[in-house]
């Protein structure tokens, strides 16, 4: 079965950083655009931040801008997000998702394999 397993959610204080991991499960993560998304409940989901196949191109939301990192290596078929600077308000459900790409920019549509999420809880 093709998915992605995210990983490396947990509760942390604010102020705190943690560091997510998306890996690929059944093939190979080269050539795929990869996204973050964030779900609160009851919203919508929010892409977050993004990278595309060759990691040469790499967007965040402003919300996150300048606390998150995105940053891939295919030879361990895994993504990571590096948060710090956590604030209650990034909370939510964090999930992984991507598509084969021949594109050199990232997006946050169109994406066809995803995961379950992982939970992030940012409360003191």
């Known amino acids: 079965q093709l998915q992605f397993v995210e990983s490396g959610g947990g509760l942390v204080q604010p102020g705190g950083s943690l560091t997510l991991s998306c890996t690929a499960s059944g093939f190979t993560l080269e050539g795929y655009d990869i996204a973050w998304f964030r779900q609160v409940s009851g919203k919508v989901r929010q892409g977050i931040s993004c990278?595309?196949?060759?990691?040469?191109?790499?967007n965040y939301a402003d919300s996150v801008k300048g606390r998150f990192t995105i940053s891939r290596d295919d030879a361990k078929n895994r993504v990571q997000l590096r948060m710090d600077s956590l604030k209650a308000e990034d909370t939510g459900v964090y999930y992984c998702?991507?598509?084969?790409?021949?594109?050199?920019?990232?997006?946050?549509?169109?994406?066809?394999?995803w995961g379950n999420g992982t939970l992030v809880t940012v409360s003191s």
């Open positions: 990278i595309s196949r060759s990691g040469g191109n790499i």
């Open positions: 998702a991507g598509v084969y790409s021949t594109s050199s920019r990232c997006k946050y549509y169109g994406l066809d394999l």
